[in-house]
Every structure is written in structure tokens, then in C-alpha cells.
């Protein structure tokens, strides 16, 4: 499959690799708990936790518009352009009240993606 479609597979690194970041340095304890985001018994409040977390690359306590041009350039791959990336980004934005040069605490991810209609299923089979 991945060899048909090696763009997949690049998208998928770059995201691994920001998981991988996550996790550097956590004892065990604190691995446990990074895991059970992907529960199907965690809560969305645990899931939007996680969805932050990896948004914040920097550790900062801040997402910045840079930040999620990122993401969304490892979760699009060649699908899109910087410049339909952009215009995306800017617009979702925008309808949630922010700008390109807010910065979003972890209590607007609350905000935004728990009132959503997301499907927030993020989860690893263990079979």
C-alpha cells in the first residue's frame, strides 16, 4: 500500500515523529497516561489533551498559527498547497472567533473542539 502512495507514508513519519517528541523523557507513569488518550474509554477531555499537546510542538503552552500550519502540512501531505493550507487554517479561525496571530491555550482547544460535532476516535487496537 505504502508503495503506491509514498506521500502517505512521509505524512505518517513527520506525525509519528511529533508523537515520538511527546514521549521523550516520560517515565512510565506518565507513558501510561499518554496512552490512555487512546482508549476508546478516554474522554474527549483527554483526547482535545492530546490533540494540543501535539499541536504545541514547543512545549509552550500556546498554539500559534505557525504551529498548526505544521500539522496540517504533515496531516495533508501534497494534497493541498502552503496556500490552500493557509486560507483553510484562517478560515477555520476566523469562525471560531481567533486570528492568524492568536496564540490558543489548551482551554480554546477545550472550547473549540469540545463543542464541535468532531468524531473523536482516536484509538490503537491492541490485537
Known amino acids: 500500500m505504502y508503495m503506491h502512495f509514498p506521500y502517505l507514508m512521509d505524512s505518517v513519519c513527520s506525525y509519528l515523529q511529533r508523537l515520538l517528541k511527546m ?5 512510565f507513569k506518565d507513558f501510561v497516561a499518554f496512552l490512555s488518550a487512546f482508549s476508546a474509554k478516554a474522554s474527549a477531555q483527554q483526547k482535545i489533551e492530546l490533540i494540543f499537546k501535539v499541536y504545541d510542538s514547543d512545549r509552550n503552552g500556546k498554539v500559534s498559527f505557525k504551529d498548526m500550519l505544521e500539522v496540517l502540512k504533515d496531516l495533508s501531505g501534497p494534497f493541498m498547497s502552503d496556500e490552500q493550507r493557509e486560507e483553510v487554517l484562517s478560515q477555520v479561525l476566523r469562525e471560531a472567533g ?3 496571530d492568536s496564540y490558543l491555550t489548551l482551554d480554546d482547544f477545550i472550547k473549540v473542539l ?7 476516535d482516536v484509538e490503537v487496537p491492541v490485537d
Open 23 to 27: 514521549v521523550d523523557g516520560l517515565n
Open 114 to 120: 469540545g463543542q464541535s460535532d468532531l468524531k473523536m
Open 98 to 100: 481567533y486570528t492568524k
